[in-house]
Nanobody, 128 residues
Framework: QVQLVESGGGSVQPGGSLRLSCGAS????????MGWFRQAPGKEREFVSA???????FYTDSVKGRFTIAKDNAKNTLYLEMNSLTPEDTAMYYC??????????????????????WGQGTQVTVSS
């Protein structure tokens, strides 16, 4: 049984930083396309970032230069380092793992249907 469990969310002031983690069981983080998505209140879930098996990374424009996706294959964990946070980053953040044999991320990992496994989410709130 596959489980993805996010952690690391919280409340920070604008300009602050957080590091999200996504621990996996029954699933090999290093073998597949993995991504981070977020959903703000009243909005649709949106792509944030993705990482391929070989380490290629993709980001939505609004987080480029501020967020960094990474993985630790030994720990079987996916990370999202978030810096220079703004109130617009406030959302529930979800990690996702590809269901198919996707070592690469189709369409740069932006499409939700690439992913068959999702975590329960971790809340990030940025406010002063």
């Amino acid at each position: 049984q596959v489980q993805l469990v996010e952690s690391g969310g919280g409340s920070v002031q604008p300009g602050g930083s957080l590091r999200l983690s996504c621990g996996a069981s029954g699933y090999t983080v290093g073998a597949y396309c993995m991504g981070w998505f977020r959903q703000a209140p009243g909005k649709e879930r949106e792509f944030v970032s993705a990482i391929e098996r070989d380490g290629n990374t993709f980001y939505t424009d609004s987080v480029k230069g501020r967020f960094t996706i990474a993985k630790d294959n030994a720990k079987n964990t996916l990370y999202l380092e978030m810096n220079s946070l703004t109130p617009e980053d406030t959302a529930m953040y979800y990690c996702a793992g590809a269901a198919g044999p996707y070592g690469s991320c189709p369409f740069s990992g932006r499409l939700e249907h690439t992913y068959g496994f999702w975590g329960q989410g971790t809340q990030v709130t940025v406010s002063s």
